[in-house]
T-cell receptor, first 109, second 113 residues
Framework: GDSVTQMEGPVTLSEEAFLTINCTYT??????LFWYVQYPGEGLQLLLK?????DKGSNKGFEATYRKETTSFHLEKGSVQVSDSAVYFC????????FGKGTRLSVIA | NAGVTQTPKFRILKIGQSMTLQCAQD?????MYWYRQDPGMGLKLIYY???????DKGEVPNGYNVSRSTTEDFPLRLELAAPSQTSVYFC????????????FGQGTRLTVV
């Protein structure tokens, strides 16, 4: 079945640092890919998505590009803020979505 | 919009007790899901439904049951609660199978003692 492997944290960065969270997937065909964010005490929210190869999803300064050749969907942000502190989940597939284990990001001022 | 609503938010059960976690969505979504999130872990799919009257098992269905009598509601039933079912449970819904995002509820934190 489909599976997602993402970089395990926790990741601690200083404000304005560059962020990369790696995500690779194993799936039949070319599934849609997603990044979700979970703030403390809340459910998951969609951060960005890409539905086909070479698509770039972007939102709130975060970006991820669907790389078919490397089966990857790495999340990047050029300058993180304290408010970006959360757990980030990579997900793949159609129905149902398959999630990675999540990466906890802490940004310190 | 209310989106996906889960109740209760918190619950403590004793071993062997039963309970139903409620989930309702008001977006007319066909697809609904139940996930559990253990501490420090990702989400594991328990059950999902592609429409009223249709349900299917996910990765970890043992100890749970679901029903989908209406498009809006997708309750999760725990029979004979065990400590291993201590977790945070998330309900989600989506419009279709492909390309669309899943909307999540706020979660139910369940502790079995």
């Amino acid at each position: 079945g489909d599976s997602v492997t993402q970089m395990e944290g926790p990741v601690t960065l200083s404000e304005e640092a560059f962020l990369t969270i790696n995500c690779t997937y194993t799936a039949t065909g070319y599934p849609s890919l997603f990044w979700y964010v979970q703030y403390p005490g809340e459910g998951l929210q969609l951060l960005l998505k890409a539905t086909k190869a070479d698509d770039k999803g972007s939102n709130k300064g975060f970006e991820a590009t669907y790389r078919k050749e490397t089966t990857s969907f790495h999340l990047e942000k050029g300058s993180v803020q304290v408010s970006d502190s959360a757990v980030y989940f990579c997900a793949a597939g159609n129905t149902p979505l398959v999630f990675g284990k999540g990466t906890r990001l802490s940004v310190i001022a | 919009n209310a989106g996906v609503t889960q109740t209760p938010k918190f619950r403590i059960l004793k071993i062997g007790q039963s309970m139903t976690l409620q989930c309702a969505q008001d977006m007319n979504h066909n697809y609904m899901y139940w996930y559990r999130q253990d501490p420090g872990m990702g989400l594991k799919l328990i059950y999902y439904s592609v429409g009223a009257g249709i349900t299917d098992k996910g990765e970890v269905p043992n100890g749970y049951n679901v029903s989908r009598s209406t498009t809006e509601d997708f309750p999760l039933r725990l029979e004979l609660a065990a400590p291993s079912q201590t977790s945070v449970y998330f309900c989600a819904s989506s419009y279709s199978a492909e390309f669309t995002e899943a909307f999540f509820g706020q979660g139910t934190r369940l502790t079995v003692v």
